[in-house]
């Protein structure tokens, strides 16, 4: 059966001052109807109901994700008690999933991104299940065709196609974050694919893996599944997860493994990284401007300008700029120096001012 | 005696959006400790108190001018049902302080300017009025020493000095706002002053000024003044008020009459007139930003902050920018924009967004 693994432990500074530490990205509404994780959940229910769901989120969102989804079994909302980056957190997951369906199929998609429509991420959720069921073996990780030499991402070289598989292919690297140029070549080439963070494979194929490649992670995990359906089994997870080696399920796994495919997405994707993303996610108007909430503008450009509740945000000779505002803090920044908000981030703290962040 | 008439009839608008309608700049504690209008009036109460203060202003700003300066008798603000420039609101306080004391000498001075220090202010009044003594019949205008070509004020060009003052010279004659070439020519020139819009004359002196030049208007402010000390008085006012031209003294009197002379003055003085003057009343910090509120930049430089209440605003990358947060409307402007927050308040208004005007 296909069980959804939803990770969902992303912090968001990305969207300060809208996103703060107790609410990050996975739990805002800009994108669409409802939250991203919302929304996460949503586009896989026809695979798989929320029974057969699990977030695995942070102490500080558990809350919220409760809230936020109240149809998922709280026995499936897996508390990190820190992060330990997505290998334990598959992992953990997967342990938890065998212990219910011995031969379960895993959907591992990230809280946070935006996927348009859902009839095509279903449709290649199928394709990819149809794919496991002939080679069970195999880690099965989406691509996106990239429409833009973006430096942001990690690239995944594609090689064969995989014989009666519709655009699976053999996986002949995995390349880190470019540089512009090289991601214009890749580009170019036509041949390499985002890595989405989106996988699916058997949860039994996984454990053996990480068996394989990170024993200590595995004894970690292990001492923590032993005690699945227990009374003490949130304690077990809050005890001995901080043992778990910090490691990305891509460095533990994915980049040594001879098994891993990538199919080739046909859905829209934006991890929706920075406050850009929303001119990417929202219409223009004819400045070039995308407007949520109240604004009045002269001679302004190419702005993206959001503004909570009522308050109304007004711009005379602006250009190229976002202005955030929300109920206790602003932002106005540049559209290309938005990397800059981490830097703010740590300004605000120096300056004693952490009630914001 | 000295009596001092504060015309507070400003809407304000280039301050928007601290300024609002029902709160124009006179009423600003943005200049310095108190309110513009409480300072125009505390630094004109060792020459006159509060009971020889007389503030003129507009019906939708009686209640808070009452408000703001509590020791300034009822009687003594009059309320003008609409605006009709500065004509008629000198020759009703004429008329008043008339009433109370036909030897009346007025100060008069808008509501809204800031100047320092005090003490330098209190001398150049002292001097006008000594200069009365001697020369009842004079127009005193204080003229400002210009340090920079400004082409937002009236300029007066000075003549030979009045013998025996100090510093109080003739009127060759008025200048309009002149543009940037002729202002530097005015600079250079150095017997070019700016027009205060404060001026120091006799009560009946300036009334005889308006008989000879403006006998509608003075009609108009007789009828009125007819019921001075009467219960209907304020009936009357309201009634009546609307009928005078609209017209300013300048206009009506000033540049025609011959004894008008203006009076150098030693103390610095800034009409506020736009968010650009927050930046020369308050020190800049190393990055040239003038910050009010709370604050939080990465690479801003000479850009203009304010912030209300415990707000945080946040700039990355922004440069010669004006950043204005108040509780329900923020305004950010390149610097060189200002002007046009009159246009913005228009194309508010055309949203139907009234509420926040």
């Known amino acids: 059966m296909l069980h959804t693994v939803v990770m969902a432990g992303g912090s968001g500074t990305r969207f300060w001052p809208v996103s703060r530490k107790d609410l990050p990205k996975q739990f805002l509404s800009l994108f669409g109807a409802g939250s991203l994780i919302q929304q996460a959940v949503g586009r896989c229910r026809t695979l ?30 897996l508390v990190e008690p820190c992060g330990r980056n997505t290998a334990p957190c598959i992992g953990l997951a997967a342990l938890c999933l065998l212990a219910e369906d011995p031969d379960a199929v ?103 893996e990480l068996e394989r490649t990170q024993p200590e992670l595995i004894r970690v995990l292990n001492r923590i599944s032993e005690h699945i359906g227990d009374a003490d089994f949130a304690e077990t997870l809050e005890r001995e997860f901080p043992d778990c080696p910090s490691i990305s399920i891509d460095y533990a796994v994915l980049e040594h493994s001879r098994d891993v495919c990538v199919l080739e997405a046909p859905f829209g994707w ?50 190229d700029c976002v202005v955030v505002h929300t109920d206790n803090a602003t932002l106005v920044a540049k559209l290309d120096d938005e990397a800059q908000v981490k830097e703010l981030l740590k300004a605000i703290e120096a300056a004693g001012l952490e009630e914001f962040l």
Chains 1, 2 share one sequence.
């Not at 929320?50 to 499936?76: C, F, K, M, N, Y």
């Not at 390349?175 to 170019?188: G, I, V, Y």
């Not at 109240?294 to 711009?315: A, D, P, R, W, Y």
Request: proline share 6%; aromatic share 8%.
């Open 48 to 77: 798989a109901s929320d029974d057969r769901t699990w977030i695995v989120t942070g102490a500080a969102h558990a809350v919220e994700t409760g809230r936020q989804l109240p149809g998922v079994p709280a026995s499936h909302i």
């Open 270 to 319: 934006d991890d929706v990284g920075s406050w850009s993303a929303l001119a990417r996610l929202h219409p223009r108007d004819e400045h070039g401007n995308t407007v949520l909430g109240q604004h009045v503008g002269i001679e302004t450009e190419n702005c993206t300008i959001f503004s909570s509740g009522s308050h109304l945000v007004t711009t005379i000779g602006l250009h």
């Open 106 to 208: 895993m959907l591992v998609t990230p809280a946070d991104h935006v996927i348009q429509p859902e009839t095509e991420f279903v449709a290649a959720v199928e394709r990819a299940v149809a794919t496991l069921d002939r080679n069970p073996e195999k880690l099965c990780l989406f691509g996106i065709v990239p429409d833009r030499p973006a430096t942001g991402y990690g690239y995944i070289e594609r090689g064969e196609p995989l014989p009666g598989a519709n655009r699976v292919f053999d996986v002949v690297r995995f390349r880190e974050k470019p540089n512009l140029e090289t991601a214009q070549d890749f580009l170019e080439a036509g041949n390499f694919l985002w890595n989405s963070g989106i996988f699916v494979w058997r949860a039994d194929t996984i454990v053996r």
